[in-house]
Every structure is written in structure tokens, then in C-alpha cells.
């Protein structure tokens, strides 16, 4: 059966339309986005397909690369793009939300504030927070971004950019997309440079977070700062 062949309150843009978006399930809403299937496959068939094979967690669909998604017989660079494309742009709002006057009082917070933005990755990212006296977010920045393993970071980077935003403390963020989050020797070495160097400028180095998708490792839970 095509789209246009099912009942009008089935399909899924009538359904949005006539019910309201969260009366759709996720396949319904990818399937806006895929628009037409296959020859063999609705859109809303194919959708069901694809979150199928992600055991339907809509983490593992952001992973997925174009490449990816045009292994299935109906998605093209121009779907897959579009599908991709909808995912950043929900990553991005969630972002949006939290950004503006972020509190830190614990880890947790960092975790909540990293996660949308680190835990999907495929590759490591090194971001820094910067803070004022009342430990309010007043900057960020994305220091590097490396391989599955590592990433390599400069410490003069992050230094200069504390001092242009008056920042009393920072923090520091990256993910290991493996999900193993226990911190290598290097993630510990470059945590005590980082503590060293910025305690000549009177800056004080928080913590250190490591994302992954379920947990996270902080250097300062553990006494490690």
C-alpha cells in the first residue's frame, strides 16, 4: 500500500495536521521527513525498518552517517541529508535551551549540558567551559576534534580564551566514544598541565568530565583535581 492509499487519517502529514505532531509515532515523523519509500515500501514502512534495526533508540539514528543511511533501497544523499540535518537541528535546540545563564553546582550539571552535544559522536571532541565567581556558563568553546581515541588539545588556547572572558574557573569536557569512561594516562597527564598552567594565571580548573552515551567519569568526584 502507497501513502496516498491509506486512510487520510493514517497518513502521516494528514495525522499532524488533523491531531496534532505528537500524535505521531517516531517512524511517522522520520517518515515526513523520507517522504516517499521505496517500491516495495511506504515511507512510514521504510521508517519502521530503520528504527527497527536501531532497536528504535533515536540516539543510535544520530550516529548514523550518510553512508549509512543510504544503505537502505530508498534513501539517497538528499534523504539521508534531510534526515541528518533534522537531527542536528533538535541536538541544537536542546542546546539552546540550557545555555543561557547555565548554573553549575555539581558534575550532573555538566553531564546534562555536554550530553546532547557529546554522546552520539563517532570521534572525540575537547570543549572547555568557562565561568564566572557565581560558576554561571559564560563562554564555551570546542578546543579540538581528533579520532576515536584521542584528540590533541593546546593549553594556550584554552588559557587565552579564559583571560578575554574574565573567567574565574573552567571546566573541562570530551567524550570516548567507545563508552569506556575511565580517563587514559593521557587524559591525566593533560589534566595536571592544565591545572598547572592556569593556576599562574589565578584560573581555577574545576573538573574534568568524560561523556559517554549512558555514564560519565569527573575528576573531581573522584579526587583526582
Not at 52 to 58: C, G, I, T
Not at 152 to 159: G, K, P
Request: with cysteine.
Amino acid at each position: 500500500m502507497k501513502i496516498k492509499e491509506m486512510a487520510p487519517e493514517d497518513r502521516p502529514i494528514e495525522k499532524m495536521l488533523t491531531k496534532g505532531i505528537h500524535s505521531l509515532s517516531d517512524a511517522e515523523l522520520l517518515a515526513i521527513l523520507i517522504r516517499s519509500g521505496s517500491m516495495n515500501q511506504t515511507s512510514v514502512e521504510l521508517s519502521r525498518e530503520i528504527l527497527k534495526d536501531l532497536d528504535n533508540n533515536l540516539n543510535q539514528l544520530g550516529k548514523l552517517s550518510v553512508k549509512d543511511l543510504g544503505k537502505y533501497r530508498g534513501i539517497g544523499p538528499t534523504k539521508a541529508v534531510t534526515i541528518i540535518a533534522a537531527l542536528e537541528l533538535g541536538k541544537r535546540r536542546n542546546q539552546s535551551e540550557v545555555i543561557r545563564n547555565f548554573s553549575v553546582s555539581s558534575s550532573r550539571d555538566i553531564y546534562r549540558y555536554f550530553h546532547p552535544l557529546l554522546a552520539d559522536k563517532p570521534h572525540e571532541e575537547f570543549w572547555v567551559v568557562y565561568l564566572n565567581q557565581s560558576n554561571k556558563i559564560i563562554h564555551r568553546r570546542k578546543i579540538s576534534q581528533g579520532g576515536v581515541s584521542e584528540t590533541a588539545v593546546d593549553i594556550r588556547i584554552i588559557l587565552k580564551d579564559a583571560i578575554e572572558h574574565l573567567a574565574s574557573g573552567i571546566i573541562l569536557c570530551h567524550n570516548h566514544p567507545s563508552g569506556n569512561n575511565k580517563p587514559s594516562k593521557a587524559d591525566d597527564s593533560f589534566t595536571r598541565k592544565m591545572q598547572e598552567a592556569a593556576k599562574y594565571m589565578d584560573i581555577r580548573v574545576l573538573d574534568h568530565i568524560i561523556v559517554c552515551e549512558d555514564c560519565y567519569f569527573s575528576y573531581a568526584d573522584e579526587g583526582k583535581m
